[in-house]
């Protein structure tokens, strides 16, 4: 979701990437939830940490972990690199219970939560 909503925003006037701690689906009620705002995801691959180092290299100046996992997993990855990183406490989603509209309005909520921490901090960027 984080990486969807950077390009949306800033386009290619920033490198961005995102990975997981976990290989996953694209999940419909996040494609669902990013589409309401004009924003495209429906192509999006899910990847992991050790996928996106493989392929990429990890040459970031940032790096912004969404779960304590996966800032475990950033803090041991900076060890050996030269990356600012920041951890934003962000609710998964995908735990929520209810009916379809409850737990669409829970990604509506991290959507619009990452939307505005992703703005303000790469605005300054």
């Given at each position: 979701?984080?990486?969807a909503i950077a390009r949306h925003y800033f386009g290619k006037s920033i490198y961005v990437q995102s990975a997981g701690v976990h290989k996953g689906d694209p999940d419909p009620l996040m494609i669902e939830a990013l589409d309401e705002i004009g924003?495209?995801?429906?192509?999006?691959k899910?990847?992991?940490?050790?996928?996106?180092?493989?392929?990429?290299?990890?040459?970031f100046d940032l790096i912004v972990s969404l779960?304590?996992?996966?800032?475990?997993?950033?803090?041991?990855?900076t060890r050996a690199l030269a990356a600012?990183?920041?951890?934003?406490?962000?609710?998964?989603?995908?735990?929520?219970e209810g009916n379809r509209e409850q737990r669409l309005e829970a990604y509506r909520d991290v959507r619009d939560m990452l939307t505005k921490r992703i703005l303000a901090r790469l605005k300054s960027s």
């Open positions: 979701m984080a990486e924003v495209n995801a429906a192509k999006h899910p990847r992991t940490i050790d996928e996106l180092e493989e392929w990429e290299g990890l040459n779960s304590p996992d996966a800032h475990h997993k950033a803090l041991d990855l600012d990183v920041e951890y934003w406490p962000t609710p998964d989603p995908t735990v929520v």
